[in-house]
């Protein structure tokens, strides 16, 4: 009897979507598709990285150097320098940019080509990998100018220019979430073929979900409207559920619905989270998923950036929850 493919078996992979999906596009040239494979390689390689980080810590602890005898690295670091060397392979990237490098990176100049900057967070909330919770990288693709001169410049550009935008969760599996600009799509890494497969096409965010998701121990110098909306929530049977992981928090709160949202604070006036690299790809996945995601009175899409680490406030999930809190500012 030969080996049957049972329906359920998942056979989509991240690099046969990318290419299905550029196949729609007529003038496509394949070089976006190279870009998506590059992040996923690198999603891979920083997956295994955060996976062992403890092993090879211990290891390396025990030996005064980690099993590669190379000297025990953040993993922020590690995860950096992972993105920069295979993007920098990428011949259609001309500028990147990351939350670890002060500047950006100019790969290719004017007439040497290059269509896309990709901006990242190449491990979002590594603070938290110590105690084995989610980390992630996030990612941002925009078009590059060739006549801009100053990189940071070419990079800082509207939320609304993204073509295309993501993040790889490395939690309890490690999840790939990515959008074109023509909905969301959730992949998962299976490890025994090494392939992100398709596990959710076009995935839309709850309409609403009596969850918030704040970090309540700043609430004391949150502006009013924020505070009023917490009283109102705790009244109304609201739970608060916070990682402390932007990725695995706006995760929860696309997959199950609610409100993620990081106010301005006394230590962060103008919210903590940066604008280019994690603002504005959430923004942009949460609403092809159907959400709302504001900055301040600003849709977060529309914000003019003005410094590569610029820090905007996010208020972003469910539209029923965003508009009501939305409606205590
Ligand atoms: P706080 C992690 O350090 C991070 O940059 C985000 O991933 C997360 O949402 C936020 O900071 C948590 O900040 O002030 O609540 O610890």
């Not at 003038?27 to 920083?46: D, M, P, Q, V």
């Not at 994690?278 to 504001?294: F, K, R, S, T």
């Amino acid at each position: 009897m030969p080996p049957t493919v049972e329906p359920s078996d998942n056979l989509t992979s991240l690099q046969s979507h990318i290419l299905g999906e550029e196949a729609r596009h007529p003038n496509a040239t394949g070089e976006f598709s190279w870009i998506a494979s590059a992040i996923s390689l690198a999603g891979k390689a920083i997956g295994h990285k955060v996976r062992h980080a403890r092993l090879q810590d211990v290891l390396g602890r025990a030996g005064a150097s980690n099993v590669q005898g190379e000297e025990q690295q953040k993993l922020d670091v590690i995860a950096n320098t992972i993105l920069m060397r295979i993007l920098g392979t990428r011949a259609s990237i001309a500028v990147i940019a990351s939350e670890e490098d002060e500047q950006p990176t100019i790969l290719r100049r004017g007439s040497e080509g290059g269509k896309y900057c990709v901006l990242f967070d190449p491990l979002d909330g590594s603070s938290n990998l110590d105690v084995g919770v989610g980390v992630g990288t996030i990612f941002s693709i925009l078009r590059n100018d060739p006549l801009i001169p100053d990189a940071e410049k070419t990079v800082c550009q509207r939320g609304l220019r993204q073509v295309a935008a993501g993040y790889i969760l490395y939690g309890s599996s490690t999840i790939f979430v990515i959008t074109t600009g023509n909905g969301v799509d959730m992949f998962v890494l299976d490890h025994s073929v090494g392939s992100f497969l398709l596990v959710d096409r076009g995935l839309k965010i709850p309409k609403s979900g009596k969850t918030y998701s704040v970090n309540e121990a700043n609430s004391s110098t949150f502006p009013d409207g924020y505070r009023k909306y917490l009283e109102w929530a705790h009244a109304s049977g609201y739970s608060t559920r916070y990682i402390g992981s932007m990725v695995a928090d706006v995760h929860r709160t696309l997959l199950t619905g609610g409100v993620f949202m990081y106010p301005p604070t006394k230590k962060n006036p103008d919210g903590k989270l940066r604008l280019l690299y994690e603002a504005n790809p959430m923004a942009m996945i949460v609403e092809q998923a159907g959400g709302l995601a504001y900055s301040g009175d600003h849709r977060t899409l529309d914000v003019e950036p003005a410094k590569l680490h610029q820090r905007v406030p996010v208020l972003l999930g469910s539209p029923d929850e965003v508009e009501r809190v939305r409606s205590f500012l």
